[in-house]
């Protein structure tokens, strides 16, 4: 009695676990009725027929992330590369990630290499890490087209190594070293032009400092000239004055002859000792001559002053 209890039992719990199907909120089940398909069952509390209903496939909803192992591409500049990355997807149709594709991850993880490889032969070295983001973006617009039948969408992929081979490091080295020696001597150079610039500025500033303070110093010696002219003129005028005022004093006529006669035989003493032959005026009779002369001058200027 109690193994017949047993067994009803048995027989009602395994009927009720036939007949509700619980779906959690991170699935989607696909549930197949005599072995066709009938439905997907959204989360939540459903009812199935026993032995005619069955759950054939459970699709996790959330967001996966795959990860995509490392491959060797060639770049167009004909550089060898290994690149790996990582691409987002999401089940969005059941129905389609059953019987569209036999693995949806494994293919996408292969549609997202095949992809990235052809991608990547478009671009040259430095542009693949330069312009990740637009590799990034049409992988991602490649992949969603090809697995639209799969009913999944691709969120988003990213290129996570991009490691040249040794050989195309240690070139890229020596570049970067060759750059990096020219940028050091086009700034010397540039430093040298500056240099040049500013020592010829230097230079015509100085030759303009000297020629304005030459042509100071030469308009201050014109101005000294001319003012020592005119004080010469001056003296000079006064000095005539006076010898015409003397000579018109009783005895002037006379000390005026007697003062030209001490200055012309003074002037011939001095022409003696320097000259390196001997000198005699040729008129030395005639000094009777030169006196008569000059007393007649002193007359003159006399008579001009009175």
């Known amino acids: 009695m109690l193994a017949t209890i047993t067994f009803i039992f048995m027989a009602l719990l395994f009927i009720v676990v036939k007949l509700v199907l619980i779906v959690p909120m991170r699935e989607v ?28 496939y459970r699709h996790e909803v959330r967001e996966q992330v795959l990860d995509i192992p ?29 019987y569209g594709i036999e693995d949806y991850r494994r293919a996408s993880v292969n549609l997202a290499q095949t992809t990235m490889r052809s991608e990547i032969g478009k671009l040259n070295l430095g542009q693949t890490f330069s312009e990740r983001d637009t590799l990034n973006e049409t992988i991602v617009k490649e992949i969603d087209k090809a697995s639209d039948p799969w009913g999944i969408k691709v969120l988003r992929y990213e290129v996570r190594n991009i490691t040249p081979s040794e050989n195309v490091i240690h070139t890229l080295e020596k570049q970067m070293e060759a750059e990096r020696q020219k940028r050091a001597e086009i700034t010397l150079a540039e430093a040298e032009k500056e240099s040049t610039i500013n020592l010829s500025q230097g230079q015509r500033q100085e030759a303009i400092n000297l020629s304005e303070g030459d042509k100071q ?36 006529d006379k000390a005026i002859k007697t003062r030209l006669l001490e200055q012309f035989i ?40 009175s």
């Open 266 to 305: 003074q002037q011939t003493g001095n022409i003696l000792k320097t000259a390196d032959v001997s000198v005699l005026p040729a008129e030395m009779a005639k000094l009777e001559g030169f006196f008569e002369g000059m007393d007649k001058v002193t007359q003159t200027v006399q008579g001009a002053k």
């Open 70 to 98: 490392s491959q060797s591409c060639i770049s167009r500049d004909n550089v060898q590369i290994e690149v790996d990355g990582l691409v987002y997807i999401q089940v969005m149709d059941g129905a389609k990630a059953s």
């Open 217 to 252: 110093r030469q308009i201050n010696e014109a101005h000294g000239r001319a003012r020592e002219i005119e004080i010469l003129a001056k003296a000079t005028a006064k000095g005539i004055d006076l010898i015409a005022s003397a000579a018109s004093k009783p005895g002037g």
């Open 29 to 56: 089940c696909v549930v197949e009725r005599l072995g066709k398909f009938r439905a997907v069952m959204k989360p939540g509390l459903h009812f199935l027929i026993p032995f005619f209903d069955k759950v054939s």
